[in-house]
């Protein structure tokens, strides 16, 4: 789906490789972002979170207003703008995540299996015509706000390039999942996620107040996603109104292809989808790339039906 | 009162959150590219102030509300949903086409493409309990087997219809075999991601299947050699009867080509259901791990829950082909394919009448909406999510249990989780 660079010059050179690898991951970057929210929810409820590609798309959209807005009051400092939208655009995701959960998911929790993911699947629909009716259905262009980087090296005449967004994208992506490996791991919210993941009843019983838990999750998902939004309008420069259908589906794939509930998985899901995007593209073919992810997912999954790092699903009777 | 107004001030307030931005900040390209904002406020006062209000009613509403005493019945009806709408439904359908209005005919055939359509994933989701998300790709195969064996060996309609079927079972087949390990989830995005790909190859397999450019010129189907061209020959449906040419004879033979491929798909799945292996499915969707215990194989029940349902889907996508006499990969995405599992899950799970009536409601419904087709799939959206939320088990939630010792007959609702339906 991403237009990845693609080079005239032939591959086979270690520089080209070298350049795909750079492409791939900035691109596995921003998947592993989106994948945390639905590993996060699926860890947690055990549902296919079907809105969260949309949500990374509203995140995207806001950034732009965000952008466009600070812009036309002339606070043009890169730096401040960003950080500003930065925070802009997570905050009101969140609070979309909020929402979606508390009028969309949490009346049907208890119900059958497959009445929250019709409901998701309703409200992705939802969210992506709420999105072309309100901004319009044209792509929307934003001119490059972080531009330059530096040659790496130079091979026969092919320049390996890493530009400063991507430096952006690889720092702030690896940052917020350091905060959020210590929000899990360390506090008692990420104690009382965990709690909820493994026994919900029992959680309840222990006075830990699992709606607000589950609450705080799509908060925090819808938040990277919209973090993830805004990496994707900077690094690409144009979005519209179906973005999130295949962000989202890629997401989710890396999301399975990780191990869905864990969070590293997610992000080496992630890269490694992004990296077998590039490469495929690179040396094979641009068009036929979301088939290559995809046949990678079906064959991981019938020789791992678990993901590459998920655990054994025992089911007792 | 004072906690109803609070609530409705904090909705409000997310309200205007949520709508603030996105709709009150609408980005607009100006002269040279250049984006700009432009305000809309009036828009964003309107909305937060009707969700104030909603809010508000809502909540005095529920405040005031007398506690319904469920009174619980224990003789069975007779009249159930199924026995007076289907009958009723039935006879409409027949007559339908009797009315002559071409454009009412024309929306009749769109929503019994979907009926089939959500009768065949009906054997797959509603039945075997296996979560499909890429129902669409055995339409598509359908439709492109039809029209690629009617271009390149000149072949007819209703040669290729069983053919166009077999495809489509054998595709279903080969995802199958794959997904067999796998549970719920993990199945349904393994579906989707099938039914992109054979979406992805569709449209870059240029040489075969034109592209993004599609086929065009697929024949029309004819009754027993008889043509529903515009003319008098002797070979054609009008100059046969002696009745004067007219483009509605076409759309109504259509009309009851679809209607019958319905009724079979109804018919088959009927009777499968009777059958030791529609039990097994039935008995798969409930527990699986009690299946294996009775010795039931579980690869070759999935497997040809898979295939039927593909089989069906490919029938409807060589009749889709016919009848728009041009496809191309644009009509067969995602979306398609949730429409048809929202038309089974909404009509409720398993319950064939109940399919047959969401099929109306939502597929007529949106022709109703055509007018404001900005709105239509934002409506749609919001209507799946409203009717989940209300009614999570389907408009027509309860059902004959295929098996049922003395006098069974209908399950309620809230008998129909695990262990009761």
Known sequence: MFVTTQNPHTGGSLAYALQQLINGITLGMIYGLIAVGYTMVYGIIGMINFAHGDVFMIGAFLSLIALTGLGMLGITYVPLALFL?????AGIAALYGWTIERIAYRPLRGSFRLAPLISAIGMSIALQNFAQVAQGARDKNLPELIPGGFKIFEENGFVVQLSWMQIVITVVTVALLGLFTWLVTKTSLGRAMRACEQDMKMTSLLGIDVNRTIGLTFVIGAALAAVAGLLFLLYYGSINFYIGFNAGVKAFTAAVLGGVGSLPGAVIGGLAIGLIEAFWSGYASVEYKDVAAFSVLIVVLIFMPTGLLGRADVEKV | MSKALK????SALIALGIFGAMVGLPTVVGPGGKLSLDPQPWTVA?????????????VLWQANRKPRVKAKSTTHSKYTVANVAGPLLLAVAVVLPMA??????????????YVMLGWGLNIVVGLAGLLDLGYVAFYAVGAYSYALLAQTFGLGFWTCLPLAGLLAAFWGMLLGFPVLRLRGDYLAIVTLAFGEIIRVVLLNWTQLTGGPNGISGIPRPTLFGLKFTLGDGPDTFAGFFHLTPSITYRVAFLYYVIFGLALLTNWVSNRLRRLP????????????????ALGINVTTTKLTAFAIGAGFGGFAGAFFATRQAFISPESFTFIESAIVLAVVVLGGLGSQIGVALAAIVMIGGGEVFRDFNEYRMLIF?????VVMVVRPRGLVSGRTPSVSLGRGGHIAADMMSEGHG
Not at chain 2, 7 to 10: F, M, N, Y
Not at chain 2, 381 to 385: D, E, F, I, N, R
């Open chain 2, 46 to 58: 309107i909305i937060v102030a009707v969700v104030f209000f909603g809010r508000l009613g809502i």
């Open chain 2, 277 to 292: 292996l529609g039990r097994a499915w039935e008995a798969l969707r409930e527990d699986e791990i009690a299946c294996r």
């Open chain 2, 100 to 113: 002559g209005d071409r454009y009412l005919i024309d929306i009749g055939i769109l929503v019994m493409t």
């Open chain 1, 85 to 89: 939208t930065l925070l802009f655009a």
């Open chain 2, 381 to 385: 959206g919001v209507a799946l999510v």
């Open chain 2, 7 to 10: 609530d409705a001030g904090i």
